[in-house]
């Protein structure tokens, strides 16, 4: 009854009160998921030349890239055209950060937000506020594809500590507790107590969907998994209707461990902080449906489209932030793009995810406690001042080996790097500063920012 009354109500009204056009935003994007193909092309197509020319005519970046691809506008006559734009690179978002950013909407309309994520470098952007009603929706939709609905209960297991205010106002608190019904589990660093504390407070508060990034979903699953307290005949069982995992790979050992704890299914989704929701399983779980309505994705290898069923580097148009056009984004993420109809009925273009290893976990030497690599990531790329790209490579129990490109060792903040070394671990990690030529990719094509060499047994993520 409450859900109801929220989604019927207090969210609209809420929506009325902020100014927001979520809810708009949702219905048009479920109107065009059973679309003809025709119909869905031309809307992106039309938001991808207003992208386009708003580009060239107000960001000086694009105004001068499309000069020297001798371009206009004008001459990207189909999606195929796009190609002869160069792709933006992401050491393009740290070196001319201004020149991207549109002249002609107001500073007070923006909103400034930086990834780190597992490109290992700190990578500023800008959004313009009213896209967020768009990628807010997105986010909605695919949620709602695991039969969650606006109004109910979702629980976030979540290591990236930047997504969720410090502290909350009481305003804050009152929308999450009866708006959002959302409940928030930190977990960048995961030591028993907290393990004990996030499984129950998942038994009492009972959610609907569990959001989660798969990494520290793994170790908090094996720990009800052992507890034996908290399954079908426990007193406070944990059965969500879905389980939701993003920012990380979702591998087919966690999928199934996941299934196995939680008894629900499980749907991937494939996101970033730049730009929001990029695709999800449906209930088919056949590939991810891409956020087509929003993002035009591309992919390639060696600079040439690959065929479907082969992977290639993600590139990726943002058809709604007209405050930092991201046109042809080297996201520096690997997937397959799939051919065929889903049987689902959704025409939305679907892809498959390049599997490769997750970034690892670090132990902690002083407590055992699992300290995440997107945790380590805010406070060594984005909490403090910038220093360069870097590669955390734990070889020991008590030590870790940060490797830092030569040509960034010029910025490198080393006493920085050590005070937040020393108090994510209480002062019992060990750090040695290494200095190297290149921080190799993965074959699949994805960059590690956290590496762990200890042993699975010694993890405990074995599967």
């Not at 479920?30 to 003809?36: D, I, K, L, N, V």
């Not at 504390?197 to 508060?205: E, F, I, V």
């Not at 309505?293 to 590139?315: H, K, S």
């Not at 058809?319 to 520096?332: C, H, K, Q, S, V």
Request: hydrophobic share 35%; with cysteine.
């Amino acid at each position: 009854m409450l859900s109801s009354l929220i989604r019927r109500g207090l969210y609209p009204l809420n929506e009325w009160r902020e100014g927001t056009r979520i809810l708009c935003g949702l219905r048009d994007l479920e109107s065009t998921e059973y679309a003809p193909v025709d119909r869905l092309n031309d809307g992106r197509w039309r938001k991808l030349k207003a992208i386009l020319d708003h580009a060239f005519t107000n960001v000086p970046f694009y105004r001068q890239r499309f000069r020297d691809a001798g371009l206009a506008p004008d001459d990207i006559r189909s999606f195929d055209d796009l190609r002869r734009i160069p792709p933006l690179a992401k050491t393009d978002l740290v070196r001319c950060h201004d020149a991207l950013i549109a002249t002609n909407i107001p500073k007070e309309a923006l909103h400034h937000r930086a990834s780190g994520g597992s490109t290992g470098r700190h990578t500023p952007f800008v959004r313009d506020n009213a896209c967020l009603n768009i990628k807010n929706a997105a986010q909605f939709r695919f949620d709602g594809w695991t039969g969650w609905k606006i109004g109910e209960k979702v629980a976030y297991v979540w290591p990236a500590i930047q997504d969720f205010a410090a502290r909350e106002g009481v305003k804050q608190r009152l929308r999450r507790t009866f708006v959002d019904r959302s409940l928030i589990l930190l977990s960048g660093s995961l030591d028993e107590p907290t393990l004990e504390h996030h499984a129950r407070s998942l038994g009492r508060y009972r959610p609907k969907l569990i959001r989660a990034f798969p990494n520290p979903l793994v170790i908090l699953a094996k720990f009800i998994r052992a507890s034996n307290r908290f399954g079908p005949k426990g007193s406070a069982p944990i059965r969500p209707a879905a389980v939701l995992t993003t920012g990380e790979p979702l591998l087919a050992p966690h999928r199934r461990l996941f299934e196995e704890v939680f008894g629900c299914p499980v749907f991937d989704c494939y996101a970033s902080r730049e730009c929001g929701q990029h695709a999800c399983e449906c209930e088919a779980h056949d590939g991810l449906h891409i956020n087509a309505d929003c993002l035009y994705l591309e992919f390639e290898r060696d600079g040439q489209p690959v065929a479907t069923g082969e992977p290639g580097q993600i590139l990726v148009t943002d058809l709604d932030n007209y405050g930092m056009p991201f046109i042809r984004y080297a996201i520096e993420d690997v997937g397959i793009p799939l051919e065929g109809a889903c049987s689902c009925g959704r025409t939305l273009p679907r892809m498959a995810m390049q599997a490769g290893r997750i970034s690892d976990f670090v132990v902690s030497p002083y407590d055992g406690s699992y300290v995440s690599g997107a945790s380590l990531c805010h406070y060594l790329l984005v909490a403090g001042p910038d220093v360069g790209q870097l590669q955390i490579v734990q070889d020991a129990r008590d030590h870790l080996t940060i490797r830092i490109k030569k040509s960034d060792s010029q910025i490198l903040e080393s006493a920085h790097v050590q005070e937040v070394v020393a108090r994510a671990f209480r002062g019992a990690m060990r750090v040695t500063l290494q200095e190297v030529d290149g921080i190799p990719h993965e074959k699949s094509g994805k960059y590690r920012f956290c590496i762990n060499e200890m042993k699975d047994e010694e993890l405990g993520l074995g599967t």
